[in-house]
Structure formats: C-alpha cells, structure tokens
C-alpha cells in the first residue's frame, strides 16, 4: 500500500504536434484525390512496369491520327483532298483501346485502397463517399480523354493539312467540334464508370480486369447475336445496354445515318434514344459504385 502511494507518473514529451498549416478543405482534398487518380492512371509515381501498358496504349489511340497528319504534311501544296479517317468512325476504332485503358488502370484506383485497407482512413476524415466515387471517376474519365479528344483533334488537324488550308477548313467543319467534344466526353465517361464501378466490387486486380473486358465483349456479343436471331423490335432494346449505344449516340451526334449492314439500321430507333441510354447506364453505375463505397466502415 505504501509503495503504491510513493508511486509517481512521469510525462514524457514525444514530439507529437498538432497540424498547425493550411486546410485545404474539400475543394483542396477532391484536387487532391483527382491529381494522384489522373497520376496513377499513367503510373507516374510508380515503378516504370506499371508506365508501359497504359504509355502503349495510348500511343496505339494516336497512330491512325498521326497517319492522317503525315498524309497532310505529304499532300499539302496539291490541289486535292485526302481524308483516310472520319472523326465518327475512330471512336469505332479507339474503342477496344479504351477499354483494355480502363480494364488496366480501374482497379489501382479503388481497388489498391481497398486491398490496403485505407478507406477507413479516408472517410474517417473530411473525404466523403461521394467526393471519393467522383474524384475517382473523374480521373479515369480524364484518362481516357487522352485517348478519345486527343487524337480528334489531332485528326481534325490532319485533315485540315490535307486540304492544303487549315484555316478554311476550320471554318468550314467548324460544326464537327461540338460532337468531337461530346463524343469524347460521352465514350470516355461510360466506359470509366463502368469500369470503375466492376473494380469497386472486386477489387482484387485479375479478377477485374477480366471482369471489365469480359463485360464489354459479352453485351456487344449477346446484342449482335440476338439482332440476328429474334425479332428486331424486340432485340432492338438489348442494343442499349451495349457498346453499340456508344456509336449510335455518337452516329446521332455527328448527324450521320449508319451503314445498311450496321445492326443501327436494323434497330431503327431515335438517336436521342442511343444517348439517354448511355446517359442512364454513367448514372445508373455511378449510383452502384457510391452504394459499395458507402457500405465500407469507418
């Protein structure tokens, strides 16, 4: 008892300080998360094996651009044009690239947190569920827009070179910009929500990658064999939950009727149709990702 009551405590100071710099808030912690998303999805910061499939990719998006540049460089100064690719038919092409981009990159962006176990630690703080799913999905989006806009635009420079006038020729297809843009932002974002939202729900890699790449080749699959196979105007309905969407959205955008062998033609529906349902697959997939991110526990 004695010895109890002589008992002293001693404090010891270890160091520890409290954050005395500037917050940033949320604003600051969305730039945050967006930056190191967009960072990762190039594998910058990482080591150089993680650079070389998304880096080749990429490069594969931009040749039939850069092939339509050279062609320019080669033919200007001669009265004559030369249009090897249309904007409307290279989504067609960029879009198995998209989607191994995506397949590659989804699942370092949530699925790594959740294989850490670090998501506990995010939204225990200032980080929300949803400013979490957005930043995200707003990376990968800007991602994939590498892809899709760059090599638009640099086209639509080809193929101005081409006509031996890149100032006339702008003027001239001006009205090309608008679905250029659109049809970037629209391709890229329903792929990137899709994928993410796979990831978010296996987060082990293989598995989703695999998941991501098997989900895009079955619904184009299923869709084609089913326009071939059963009544159109019932089979018609399936297009929409399939990458034939994309081009029907993006056919509408550019105003261009697809071609008599395109099971578009078949399906005949609206174009708008194309696009709402596009517009409904980003929202509907957005919504499952913030409902697995919300299930995660602090």
Same mark, same amino acid.
């Given at each position: 008892?004695?010895?109890e009551g002589?008992?002293?405590?001693?404090?010891y100071?270890?160091?520890?300080?409290?954050?005395?710099?500037?917050?940033?808030g949320?604003?600051?912690?969305?730039?945050?998360?967006?930056?190191h998303?967009?960072?990762s999805?190039?594998?910058?910061?990482?080591?150089?094996?993680?650079?070389i $499939?998304?880096?080749?990719?990429? +490069? @594969?998006a931009?040749?039939p651009?850069i +092939?339509?540049?050279?062609?320019?460089?080669? &033919?200007?100064? $001669?009265? !004559?044009?030369?249009? *090897?690719?249309k904007?409307e038919?290279?989504f067609?092409?960029?879009?198995?690239?998209? &989607?191994?981009?995506?397949?590659? /990159?989804?699942?370092?962006?949530?699925?790594?947190? !959740?294989?850490?176990?670090?998501l506990?630690?995010? @939204?225990?703080r200032?980080?929300s569920?949803?400013?979490?799913?957005? #930043?995200?999905?707003?990376a990968?989006?800007?991602?994939?827009? /590498?892809?899709?806009?760059? %090599?638009q635009?640099?086209? @639509?420079?080809?193929?101005?070179? =081409?006509?031996?006038?890149?100032?006339g020729?702008?003027?001239?297809?001006?009205?090309?910009v $608008?679905?250029?843009?659109?049809?970037?932002?629209? &391709?890229?974002?329903?792929?990137?929500?899709?994928?993410l939202?796979?990831?978010?729900? *296996?987060?082990r890699? #293989?598995?989703?990658t =695999? #998941?991501?790449v098997?989900? $895009?080749?079955?619904t184009?699959?299923?869709?084609?064999?089913?326009?071939?196979?059963?009544? %159109? =105007?019932?089979?018609?309905?399936?297009?929409?939950?399939?990458?034939?969407?994309?081009?029907?959205?993006?056919?509408?955008?550019?105003?261009?009727?697809?071609? =008599?062998?395109?099971?578009?033609?078949?399906?005949?529906?609206?174009?708008?149709?194309?696009?709402?349902?596009?517009?409904?697959? +980003?929202? #509907?997939t957005?919504?499952?990702?913030?409902r697995?991110?919300?299930?995660?526990s602090?």
């Open positions: 008892m004695s010895d002589n008992a002293s405590s001693s404090i100071d270890l160091g520890y300080r409290h954050y005395e710099g500037v917050r940033v949320r604003r600051g912690t969305l730039l945050t998360l967006y930056t998303g967009l960072r999805c190039f594998g910058l910061g990482r080591r150089a094996t993680s650079k $499939f998304p880096w080749a990719l990429a +490069i @594969f931009f040749v651009a +092939i339509q540049l050279g062609v320019g460089a080669v &033919v200007s100064g $001669f009265d !004559q044009k030369i249009e *090897l690719f904007h038919d290279y067609t092409y960029v879009r198995i690239i998209l &989607v191994l981009f995506c397949a590659a /990159v989804a699942s370092e962006l949530v699925g790594k947190d !959740q294989r850490n176990r670090t506990s630690l995010y @939204f225990s200032a980080v569920r949803f400013d979490y799913a957005f #930043a995200k999905l707003a990968l989006t800007s991602a994939m827009l /590498v892809l899709t806009l760059g %090599p635009l640099l086209l @639509f420079i080809g193929n101005g070179m =081409a006509a031996d006038d890149l100032g020729y702008t003027s001239d297809n001006w009205d090309l $608008f679905p250029i843009v659109a049809g970037s932002f629209l &391709v890229s974002a329903v792929i990137a929500s899709v994928g939202c796979i990831a978010s729900y *296996l987060p890699r #293989a598995y989703s =695999a #998941a991501i098997g989900t $895009f080749i079955l184009l699959s299923i869709a084609h064999i089913l326009m071939n196979s059963i009544d %159109p =105007a019932v089979a018609r309905f399936f297009l929409l939950g399939s990458p034939v969407a994309w081009e029907g959205a993006i056919l509408w955008l550019f105003r261009v009727d697809p071609d =008599a062998r395109n099971v578009l033609t078949d399906a005949d529906l609206a174009g708008w149709v194309y696009l709402l349902a596009v517009l409904v697959t +980003i929202a #509907a957005f919504a499952l990702t913030l697995r991110f919300g299930r995660v602090t």
